[in-house]
């Protein structure tokens, strides 16, 4: 058995096609992907995006065009499609959508979710604390009732090794300590699990998933582990080996491949 999981923040579903991503989707035979970032509204997706790589899409969109929005591509049919967190807020943003693989003695689901970016400004990040006291009883909640996999863009860089210049971006968003103490909370009392650091718990330049455009960054390897499979402990068991893909680039993000010994 086996099952290939994706995570890919686009920065921009029209843009990554234009840089190859779909066709590198089809060679890297994933069961399902999520993405973030799709910055498309439905009638840009359809018949266009709606299928990549002969998986499916389900999306959440945000209502706000260009902006946010997320989605989850998948070879096998759900038996139920979940958008949003029952937030106003966070629900126009298009940050979460859930999809739920349930058999008889099972209760299985699969999420894409774009955490927010606090970078552009204080208020912005007033809004991503929100956002993480939103989402974490949430995934208490979710974790209570079922098995799941949550793939997505975090922005946030948990320990050192997860960032290139940790000594300077500590006051930084995506770094600051309140963040860090919260995936540290995550982790550790709401017993989810790193998927990516129980595989390869002591790498450092090599983890990193985004980079920013300014400069030489990702000439330089000067980037940030921000895209996650954050999973409930007995499904993180199943995980075999990841993998970050880097010989080409679809959007400021890399996308991280993790395999796991179960299938859906």
């Not at 799709?38 to 209502?63: E, N, P, S, T």
């Not at 006291?133 to 997505?152: C, Q, S, T």
């Not at 790498?203 to 300014?214: E, I, K, V």
Request: proline letters at 4%.
């Amino acid at each position: 058995m086996a099952f290939r999981l994706v995570t890919l923040n686009l920065n921009g579903i029209r843009s990554a096609a234009s840089k190859g991503c779909a066709e590198w989707a089809a060679g890297a035979a994933a069961d399902c992907m999520g993405v973030q970032e799709i910055k498309a509204q439905a009638d840009d997706v359809a018949g266009r995006f709606d299928r990549i790589a002969g998986m499916a899409g389900h999306f959440h969109y945000a209502q706000k065009k260009g902006y946010s929005g997320v989605g989850l591509y998948t070879r096998s049919e759900p038996s139920e499609v979940i958008t949003g967190i029952a937030s106003p807020e966070f629900d126009a943003e298009g940050r979460w959508v859930e999809l739920r693989y349930d058999k008889p003695g099972r209760k299985l689901s699969i999420v894409s979710c774009y955490f927010p970016s606090g970078s552009s400004g204080p208020e912005r990040q007033e809004a991503k604390f929100r956002f993480l006291d939103l989402i974490y009883p949430h995934l208490l909640a979710l974790k209570a009732g079922r098995e799941f996999i949550l793939v997505g863009d975090v922005n946030i860089a948990h320990k050192e090794a997860d960032l290139k210049n940790w000594r300077s971006n500590q006051k930084n968003s995506g770094f600051l300590p309140e963040e860090r103490a919260w995936m540290t909370r995550l982790l550790g009392e709401a017993g989810l699990v790193d998927v990516y650091r129980r595989l390869h718990p002591d790498t450092t330049d090599a983890c990193y998933t985004w980079w920013s455009n300014r400069g030489q960054a990702y000439a330089n390897n000067v980037g940030w582990r921000l895209d996650y499979h954050l999973a409930t402990p007995a499904l993180a068991e199943h995980a075999q080996v990841a993998a970050i893909y880097k010989a080409q680039k679809f959007s400021d993000h890399a996308p991280l491949t993790i395999d796991y010994g179960f299938s859906l």
